[in-house]
């Protein structure tokens, strides 16, 4: 069964500064997919981004990008440029590829952002 | 973009009775749901896998008996918890997969949360 291990369990960033949140996961597949997902208060669940993970270059959104080492079965987020609505608890999340194996996400226990003003 | 909808937003029910949470794809057809659960201050736990036409796919440790899902058609999904108890309390979020945006990313509704008393 695949693990996700966030190690962080609350973050603090001034806002318009740069912030790290660290993910690293267990499995023995070799295709997958990688997510983060950012929960406000509503506790809508949202894509903040994806990669998968045959794809060697980091995906990036807008301020949100990530640095995926596979090898090392990490997979941070950077978030730059901090906004006041960035504030929210952060999940990182994993899936196996199509045909692979389960298909729900299996998630970390998440890191609350908190922004500074 | 894709929106799920799920209903309703919070129910109390008493200890013994069951309750009916509806997840509904408003604008794509849905071969795949999941059914999670989120503790306070804890992250999401896969419960279920519900495919259309067919039985669901229960994750180790939860009680298909106690927790029935139906997906009899390709936009809704529900979730009945039977003979309910103070400890079934929880916020329950389902998601649905669209098959035509490559079937990789999942799309989450809003949430149910249950109050046992």
């Known amino acids: 069964a695949q693990t996700v291990t966030q190690s962080q369990p609350e973050m603090s960033v001034q806002e318009a500064e740069t912030v790290t949140l660290s993910c690293t996961y267990d499995t023995s597949e070799s295709d997958y997919y990688l997510f983060w997902y950012k929960q406000p208060p509503s506790r809508q669940m949202i894509l903040v981004i994806r990669?998968?993970?045959?794809?060697?270059q980091n995906a990036t959104e807008n301020r949100f990008s990530v640095n995926f080492q596979k090898a090392a079965k990490s997979f941070s987020l950077k978030i730059s440029d901090s906004q006041l609505g960035d504030a929210a608890m952060y999940f990182c999340a994993y899936r196996s590829a199509p045909g692979g194996g389960a298909d729900g996400l299996t998630f970390g226990k998440g890191t609350h952002l908190i922004i500074q003003p | 973009g894709a929106v799920v909808s799920q209903h309703p937003s919070r129910v109390i029910c008493k200890s013994g009775t069951s309750v009916k949470i509806e997840c509904r794809s408003l604008d794509f057809q849905a071969t795949t749901m999941f059914w999670y659960r989120q503790f306070p201050k804890q992250s999401l736990m896969l419960m279920a896998t519900?495919?259309?036409?067919?039985?669901?796919?229960?994750e180790q440790g939860v009680e298909k008996d106690k927790f029935l899902i139906n997906h009899a058609s390709l936009t809704l999904s529900t979730l009945t918890v039977t003979s309910a108890h103070p400890e079934d309390s929880s916020f329950y979020i389902c998601s649905a997969r669209d098959p035509g945006q490559g079937g990789y990313e999942q799309y989450f509704g809003p949430g149910t949360r249950l109050t046992v008393t």
């Open positions: 519900s495919n259309e036409g067919s039985k669901a796919t229960y």
């Open positions: 990669q998968e993970a045959y794809k060697q």
